[in-house]
């Protein structure tokens, strides 16, 4: 593995868990939408990463072995809750309404995580930097 290939590692990396945290922003925000059928109502959408294991042209991009691909998003399939919310304008015939199968706290927890996935390979990056700059500062003398 040549030493470019971290930044190619770590750069897909970040891309993925970048589309992670969008994922993780847009069930925020539509956690509290309701809906009048379960069909329609939000699904929380959950992205499925790829690891190369192999050297892989991907559009016009070679990617290395150990580089993340985003594989697919994917609707969450957990249920919907179903509230009794005759008031409301969107309740069913018989008074329902569907929330969305959100879930607040797991959503956050997802985006720490994510977050501190992000952050671990901006600090990969930067200490290839560093090893690098080292390396040439050694090969001056």
Known sequence: ?????????????????????NATASNMANASNVSSNEEDAYKGKRVVFRTLVEDQMIG??????????????????????KLYDPGNPMADDEG???????????????????????????????TAKELMSRTLEVAKS
């Open 1 to 21: 593995m040549a030493l470019t290939d971290i930044f190619a590692i770590a750069g897909s990396a970040l891309a993925a868990h970048s589309t992670r945290l």
């Open 96 to 126: 329902y309404v569907y929330k969305s199968n959100v879930e607040e706290v797991s959503e956050m927890v997802e985006m720490l995580a994510a977050a501190r996935s992000y952050q671990n390979n901006v600090e990969v990056i930067n």
């Open 60 to 81: 016009n991009v070679m990617r290395p072995a150990g580089s993340v691909t985003i594989d697919r998003v994917v609707d969450d399939l957990a249920p919907h809750p």
